[in-house]
């Protein structure tokens, strides 16, 4: 009997395309179970990807494991990591994994940068990740201007390559955080304004499909598929190239200004910040993020904003509002360029992390009374909280600048459109602290901002639906927030290009379309 299901697991690594359908005994799975503990990843080493793993307890592994943006991440032990060269290499992983699980399910993670914070978005216990860590080549070609991207690059490496070129393309404000997961879940770069989110700066992705297909989504081929994956994440397949488009660029104005906290100062920048969005429009080279932190080492209560221009214009008439506000202690600003500025947001990876997230009018009142909630939770914390921990609230436009020329680049699936010509803020606590013992009180602070600002906000009618991604909690359910059409687009493109639920039921990390409404 044993040799007849070697001989089947033999067939299913050597098999050209997996198209079975996945559904186990369980009498076959106590088999395989008892032959190969750790089945999958034996299925891997027994395929030409055998040179491509890593193990639990070699250095390489643990060191790969620690470069998680998040210690609750990190602390996720997947049997093995493979670690594929390129597209084809990444088919034979989807292939093998997903044949073998005719025997038995081989679950498993996609990882780029490892930057979402709750855990199990990019990590699998009990499981196979698959790191695109060595897909991550920058290359530029000057002829077209197009940028060949591979996902588990950092934006730093973009950034490096082009910079000096005098070009650049949209990419995010940190250093380290991903190529693949940002881009796939919407994006937003400081230069969104002009040019829009950084998925929408997509031209063309290779994607690897669950049959192990690799295939091209563009404007013109699987055009269905290319407006899916902007925004939908890792429902359809496992991207292996992006090609964005870049533009003419000669440095940036900014930097990070620290002020004192007071409830005054407070509606000082709030207000700043409303008439920053209005006039967006007006002046769509400009992003400013205002932020109130708390951080227990330094213990008081401060405000931590973000101005950025591109252009190296100083000080632009843009910033005028924020400009006037008297009495910083700490100011960054200047004559800067992309790599710098990504730098100095560079993502520690010694914190447990939440990230939610919440969209309302760019009203005010919510943000008056979004602040008088953060300091009732910021109370709680700092009665109960142990060890190092902090706490950042951001507010940021979401002004149609960032998703205006959208429709005409191919689309996406955020639902943007549906709020026309509003002027919204993106709202997101960012919390950090010590010790699983402490991740329910956290989780908790962060869960009870972003219900009670938002129940206020439905209470005088300036309340949005929209979740972004790239910042939503496990909690949280953004698919569903992009509206009824483009669920129901999401849905088709999963069932046409994944027919077989691979990336619904073997891929359980992430948002899931199966599992909205
Ligand atoms: C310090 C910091 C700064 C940030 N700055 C910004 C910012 O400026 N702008 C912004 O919009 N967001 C920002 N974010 C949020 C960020 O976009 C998300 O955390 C994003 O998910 C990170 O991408 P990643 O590749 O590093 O993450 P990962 O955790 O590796 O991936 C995220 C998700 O995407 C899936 N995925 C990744 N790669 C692929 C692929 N190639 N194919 C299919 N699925 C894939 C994964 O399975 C996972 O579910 C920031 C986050 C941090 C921690
Ligand atoms: C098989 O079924 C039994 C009883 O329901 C369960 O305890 C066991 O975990 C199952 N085996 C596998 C490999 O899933
Ligand atoms: C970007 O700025 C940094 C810090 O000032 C500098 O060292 C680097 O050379 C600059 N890069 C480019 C391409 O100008
Ligand atoms: C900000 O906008 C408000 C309301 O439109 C206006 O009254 C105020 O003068 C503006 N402030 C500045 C400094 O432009
Ligand atoms: C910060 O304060 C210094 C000293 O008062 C001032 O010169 C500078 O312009 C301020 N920076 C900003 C961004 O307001």
């Given at each position: 009997m044993y040799r007849l299901k070697l001989a089947l697991l033999a067939a299913a690594i050597t098999a050209p395309c997996a198209s079975a359908q996945i559904q186990n005994d369980n009498e076959t799975m106590e088999a395989v179970s008892f032959l190969f503990p750790d089945f999958c990843c034996t299925a891997l080493s027994l395929s030409p990807l055998k040179n491509r793993l890593l193990f639990p307890r070699q250095e390489a592994y643990e060191s790969r494991i620690d470069t998680y943006f998040d210690v609750k991440q990190q602390s996720i032990t997947p049997n093995c990591i493979v670690q594929p060269r390129d597209a084809k290499e990444v088919a034979q992983a989807v292939k093998t994994l997903t044949v073998a699980s005719v025997l038995k399910p081989c679950k498993f993670a996609i990882r780029s940068g490892g930057h979402t914070p709750y855990a199990g978005a990019s990590n699998i216990e009990d499981g196979v990740t698959i790191d695109l860590k060595y897909i991550s080549t920058v290359k530029y070609d000057a002829s077209t201007k197009v940028v060949n991207v591979g996902p588990g690059a950092q934006w730093n490496d973009v950034f490096s390559v082009l910079e000096p070129l005098g070009v650049i393309t949209t990419g995010g404000r940190s250093s380290t955080v991903g190529v693949g997961g940002l881009t796939l879940g919407g994006g937003i770069s400081y230069f969104s304004g002009e040019h829009g989110l950084i998925c929408d700066n997509a031209l063309e992705f290779e994607v690897v499909l669950a049959d192990g297909r690799i295939v091209t989504a563009s404007k013109t081929s699987n055009p269905d598929l290319f407006t899916v994956l902007k925004g939908g994440n890792n429902n359809f397949g496992i991207v292996t190239n992006i090609k964005f488009r870049t533009f003419d660029y000669d440095g940036m104005w900014g930097g990070l200004v620290?002020?004192?906290?007071?409830?005054?100062?407070?509606?000082?920048?709030?207000?700043?910040?409303?008439?920053?969005?209005?006039?967006?429009?007006?002046?769509?080279?400009?992003?400013?993020?205002?932020?109130?932190?708390?951080?227990?080492?330094?213990?008081?209560?401060?405000?931590?904003?973000?101005?950025?221009?591109?252009?190296?214009?100083?000080?632009?008439?843009?910033?005028?509002?924020?400009?006037?506000?008297?009495?910083?202690?700490?100011?960054?600003?200047?004559?800067?360029?992309?790599?710098?500025?990504?730098?100095?947001?560079?993502?520690?990876?010694?914190?447990?992390?939440?990230?939610?997230?919440?969209?309302?009018?760019?009203?005010?009142?919510?943000?008056?009374?979004?602040?008088?909630?953060?300091?009732?939770?910021?109370?709680?914390?700092?009665?109960?909280?142990?060890?190092?921990?902090?706490?950042?609230?951001?507010?940021?436009?979401?002004?149609?600048?960032?998703?205006?020329?959208?429709?005409?680049?191919?689309?996406?699936?955020?639902?943007?459109?549906?709020?026309?010509?509003?002027?919204?803020?993106?709202?997101?606590?960012?919390?950090?602290?010590?010790?699983?013992?402490?991740d329910a009180l956290f989780q908790k602070a962060g869960a009870d901002l972003v219900n009670r600002i938002d129940a206020y906000a439905k209470s005088i009618g300036a309340d949005n639906p929209f979740l972004y991604l790239d910042y939503t909690d496990i909690t949280q359910d953004p698919l569903a927030s992009y509206g009824a059409e483009n669920v129901k687009k999401m849905k088709a493109a999963a069932k046409k290009y994944d027919p077989f639920g691979v990336f619904q039921t073997l891929v359980p990390g992430g948002f899931k379309i199966s599992k909205v409404a």
């Open positions: 620290i002020y004192p906290q007071s409830k005054e100062s407070m509606q000082d920048h709030f207000k700043a910040l409303i008439n920053f969005s209005n006039n967006y429009d007006k002046e769509t080279k400009g992003s400013a993020i205002v932020m109130p932190v708390y951080q227990s080492a330094v213990g008081s209560d401060l405000i931590l904003n973000g101005y950025e221009y591109a252009a190296p214009i100083s000080r632009p008439a843009a910033f005028d509002e924020f400009l006037a506000i008297p009495g910083n202690i700490s100011d960054t600003t200047g004559i800067r360029n992309m790599t710098s500025l990504a730098a100095e947001l560079a993502g520690a990876t010694t914190s447990s992390v939440y990230f939610g997230t919440l969209t309302f009018a760019n009203d005010l009142r919510v943000m008056t009374k979004a602040h008088e909630i953060y300091l009732d939770v910021l109370a709680n914390l700092k009665a109960k909280a142990t060890g190092e921990w902090g706490i950042y609230v951001l507010y940021q436009p979401l002004p149609p600048a960032y998703y205006r020329g959208s429709i005409a680049r191919g689309g996406n699936v955020l639902g943007l459109e549906r709020f026309k010509n509003k002027v919204l803020c993106l709202y997101q606590p960012y919390i950090s602290w010590q010790g699983a013992q402490q």
